[in-house]
C-alpha cells in the first residue's frame, strides 16, 4: 500500500474515532472470536495451533478492551494487544487495566493503516465488527496485516456482512441515511432513523415482499440498542461483500479460507433432506464454491471467518473423523425433555433444537454433557460413563472413542454442542472465594452485565453486585455475609418473603446466609469465579 493511498484515505479514516467518540460501542467479549474456540476449529481441521495460554493476540479495532481485557486476565502467559482508533474508548479500556494491575495486554490509539507499517508476530488477530464498517483501503489492510504479521501456524478471525443478505437490509439502511443521514446530533439521528423505518411499515402492507421486509427490519431496530443501530446500521461505512471476493482479496495477501467459528456454519448436513448432495454436485467438491452456495440459498448476511497463511494450506484437512475430535472438549447447553415415542432420551437446547436419543452411546454424549455443563467434557470424560453404565463391555477403549467421535461430529454438525480447545473444569468454592477480576472491576463500577471465564457475559443483580465486588480473595465467606448484611441493615437491600417485608433481624440475617451461600455457588457456575 503506497503512501499516496494511505494519504487518500485519511479523511475517512480520521472520521471514525469521532462517530464513536460520541457514541461508544458496548464493549464485551464476543464468544466466537476467543482464542480457545479458534484454536479448537484450527485442530479440528488437522493444524496445530499455538495453546492460548501462551499466544500472542492481536485484536483491531478493539473497542474499550472488552473482548481482549477478559483474555489477558484469565492467561496471564498470553500477550494481549489491542488498537482502537477512539480515544475515548482506549481510555476507559486502560482505565480498566490499570484497576486489574494486567500486565500482559497493551491498548493503544491507532490507526489500522499504521498497524500495517510493523513488523509484529501474532498467533490469532481478530477483527470482530470492523471489517465492514471501514473505508476500503483500511479492509485492505486489515487482510495484508494478517498475511504479513500471522505466525506460521496463526489464525485470523474476521467477522463482515454478507450478500446477498444485506442487499435487501441495505434498502432499509439506505432509507434511515436519507432522512436522518445528515443530522448531526447522534440522539436525534437515531430517533429519526427509527421514526421513518417505523413509518414506511406502517403505511406499506405487510402482505408483499417489501412490507415483510420492513415488518422483520422494524422489529429488529425498534429492539436494537442505541449503539448497535448507530455504528452498524446509520454509520457512513457499511461495506458488504460477496464471500467469494472476501476470500479472494485475502489470497492477494496471502491468507486462506480455514473454516467459519463454528462448525455448524459450514454445514449444509443442517439443512437435511438432499441438499447436501446437490450442494456437493453444483460445487464439484470445491469447498468456496459451496460456501458461496449456501450463502445464496440461505440469504446469509453475516459471517465470521478463519484465515490461516497459504503455507498451511496442504495441512488442511476437512474430512472430519473421530480422529479429530479425539483430543478437543465439548461442551452444550441442553435440558431434557419429556421422552416419547421410545426414545431413550430427548433434550432441548436454547435455541429450540430438539435431540432425539435412541441408542446408548449417544445417551452418554448427551448426559455427559448435561453432568459436566457448563463446563467441558471429553472423549475420555463419555467413555468413562459408558464403562460405569456397561455400554459395550465387549469394546475396546479405540472402538468406544470411534463412536463417540462420530456423534460429537453429528452434534457439532447440527450446532448442538460447542467445541473447545482447552480443558474447563469447574471453580471449587474456597473458604476465601476470589472472583474473576473483569467480573469483579465492572460490578464495582456499577455495571449489571460483567464477563466471565467463559468469555460470555453475566447479567447480575444489585445484591449479587454488591457480593462479586467484595470477593478479593481476602475475605473469608463468613466476612462477606456480614459485609451484606451490614447493607441490609443499613436499608441499602431490603428482604422480603412471599411478597411481604421481612423485619425480623434474626430472620433477615438467616435470608442473607443463605443467599451468600447460594450466590458463591451460582458463581463458580456460571463463571464468575477466577480459578
Known amino acids: 500500500m503506497t503512501d499516496v493511498v494511505q494519504a487518500a484515505a485519511q479523511p475517512a479514516v480520521q472520521a471514525i474515532p469521532y462517530s464513536y467518540d460520541l457514541v461508544p460501542y458496548e464493549s464485551q467479549p464476543f464468544s466466537q472470536s476467543e482464542p480457545d474456540q479458534v484454536a479448537a476449529m484450527a485442530r479440528l481441521f488437522g493444524l496445530s495451533p499455538v495453546p492460548p495460554e501462551k499466544a500472542r493476540v492481536l485484536e483491531l479495532g478493539c473497542s474499550a478492551g472488552g473482548n481482549i481485557i477478559p483474555l489477558a486476565a484469565r492467561y496471564p502467559g498470553m500477550q494481549v494487544t489491542g488498537i482502537e482508533l477512539s480515544k475515548v474508548e482506549v481510555d476507559q479500556g486502560l482505565e480498566v487495566i490499570k484497576g486489574l494491575g494486567l500486565k500482559n495486554i497493551t491498548l493503544r490509539q491507532a490507526n489500522i493503516l499504521d498497524v500495517l507499517k510493523e513488523k509484529n508476530e501474532y498467533d490469532y488477530i481478530i477483527a470482530h465488527g470492523v471489517f465492514s464498517w471501514v473505508p476500503e483501503v483500511v479492509q485492505e489492510a486489515i487482510l495484508n496485516i494478517c498475511g504479513s504479521q500471522l505466525s506460521d501456524d496463526g489464525v485470523a478471525y474476521i467477522s463482515y456482512n454478507v450478500y446477498p443478505g444485506w442487499k435487501m437490509r441495505e434498502v432499509i439502511r439506505e432509507m434511515m441515511l436519507f432522512h436522518a443521514g445528515n443530522l448531526a446530533d447522534p440522539k436525534l439521528k437515531l430517533q429519526q432513523g427509527r421514526a421513518i423505518l417505523d413509518y414506511a411499515r406502517k403505511i406499506n402492507s405487510g402482505d408483499s415482499a417489501f412490507g415483510k421486509l420492513l415488518a422483520q427490519e422494524a422489529e429488529i431496530v425498534m429492539k436494537a440498542s442505541d449503539y448497535y443501530l448507530?455504528?452498524?446500521?446509520?454509520?457512513?461505512?457499511?461495506?458488504?461483500?460477496?464471500?467469494?471476493?472476501?476470500?479472494?482479496?485475502?489470497?492477494?495477501?496471502?491468507?486462506?479460507?480455514?473454516?467459519?467459528?463454528?462448525?455448524?456454519?459450514?454445514?449444509?448436513?443442517?439443512?437435511?433432506?438432499?441438499?447436501?448432495?446437490?450442494?456437493?454436485?453444483?460445487?464439484?467438491?470445491?469447498?468456496?464454491?459451496?460456501?458461496?452456495?449456501?450463502?445464496?440459498?440461505?440469504?446469509?448476511?453475516?459471517?465470521?471467518?478463519?484465515?490461516?497463511?497459504?503455507?498451511?494450506m496442504p495441512r488442511i484437512n476437512r474430512a472430519v473423523s473421530d480422529k479429530s475430535v479425539r483430543h478437543l472438549n465439548f461442551t452444550a447447553e441442553l435440558t431434557h425433555a419429556e421422552t416419547t415415542d421410545g426414545a431413550m432420551g430427548v433434550y432441548n437446547d436454547r435455541s429450540g433444537r430438539?435431540?432425539?436419543?435412541?441408542?446408548?452411546?449417544?445417551?452418554?454424549?448427551?448426559?455427559?454433557?448435561?453432568?459436566?455443563?457448563?463446563?467441558?467434557?471429553?472423549?475420555?470424560?463419555?467413555?468413562?460413563?459408558?464403562?460405569?453404565?456397561?455400554?459395550?463391555?465387549?469394546?475396546?477403549?479405540?472402538?468406544?472413542?470411534?463412536?463417540?467421535?462420530?456423534?460429537?461430529?453429528?452434534?457439532?454438525?447440527?450446532?448442538?454442542?460447542?467445541?473447545?480447545?482447552?480443558?474447563?473444569?469447574?471453580?471449587?468454592?474456597?473458604?476465601?472465594?476470589?472472583?474473576?477480576?473483569?467480573?469483579?472491576?465492572?460490578?464495582?463500577?456499577?455495571?449489571?452485565?460483567?464477563?466471565?471465564?467463559?468469555?460470555?457475559?453475566?447479567?447480575?443483580?444489585?445484591?449479587?453486585?454488591?457480593?462479586?465486588?467484595?470477593?478479593?480473595?481476602?475475605?473469608?465467606?463468613?466476612?462477606?455475609?456480614?459485609?451484606?448484611?451490614?447493607?441490609?441493615?443499613?436499608?441499602?437491600?431490603?428482604?422480603?418473603?412471599?411478597?411481604?417485608?421481612?423485619?425480623?433481624?434474626?430472620?433477615?440475617?438467616?435470608?442473607?446466609?443463605?443467599?451468600?451461600?447460594?450466590?458463591?455457588?451460582?458463581?463458580?457456575?456460571?463463571?464468575?469465579?477466577?480459578?
Open 230 to 312: 448507530f455504528h452498524d446500521h446509520m454509520e457512513e461505512n457499511n461495506r458488504p461483500c460477496f464471500f467469494k471476493d472476501f476470500v479472494a482479496r485475502g489470497s492477494k495477501y496471502g491468507v486462506v479460507y480455514l473454516g467459519e467459528a463454528a462448525l455448524v456454519d459450514m454445514a449444509p448436513q443442517r439443512f437435511g433432506g438432499d441438499i447436501p448432495q446437490t450442494l456437493a454436485m453444483l460445487s464439484n467438491g470445491n469447498i468456496l464454491a459451496t460456501e458461496q452456495y449456501m450463502d445464496m440459498f440461505t440469504n446469509r448476511m453475516f459471517r465470521q471467518t478463519l484465515l490461516v497463511k497459504d503455507s498451511v
Open 354 to 531: 430438539t435431540l432425539t436419543v435412541r441408542e446408548p452411546v449417544m445417551l452418554a454424549v448427551a448426559d455427559t454433557l448435561i453432568a459436566m455443563a457448563p463446563f467441558t467434557a471429553s472423549v475420555d470424560d463419555i467413555i468413562a460413563l459408558l464403562r460405569e453404565r456397561k455400554v459395550g463391555p465387549e469394546h475396546t477403549d479405540e472402538t468406544l472413542a470411534e463412536a463417540v467421535g462420530a456423534q460429537l461430529i453429528t452434534l457439532l454438525l447440527q450446532g448442538l454442542v460447542k467445541i473447545r480447545f482447552g480443558k474447563k473444569s469447574a471453580v471449587a468454592v474456597s473458604d476465601k472465594p476470589r472472583a474473576f477480576g473483569p467480573a469483579m472491576f465492572a460490578a464495582g463500577q456499577g455495571l449489571r452485565v460483567v464477563a466471565n471465564t467463559f468469555h460470555q457475559v453475566s447479567g447480575i443483580n444489585d445484591v449479587q453486585a454488591a457480593l462479586l465486588a467484595s470477593m478479593d480473595g481476602k475475605k473469608t465467606v463468613a466476612q462477606l455475609e456480614e459485609d451484606l448484611l451490614g447493607k441490609f441493615k443499613a436499608g441499602q437491600f431490603n428482604a422480603s418473603r412471599d411478597g411481604q417485608p421481612l423485619t425480623d433481624p434474626a430472620v433477615v440475617a438467616d435470608v442473607v446466609k443463605t443467599v451468600t451461600a447460594n450466590t458463591v455457588n451460582d458463581f463458580a457456575r456460571t463463571g464468575l469465579l477466577a480459578a
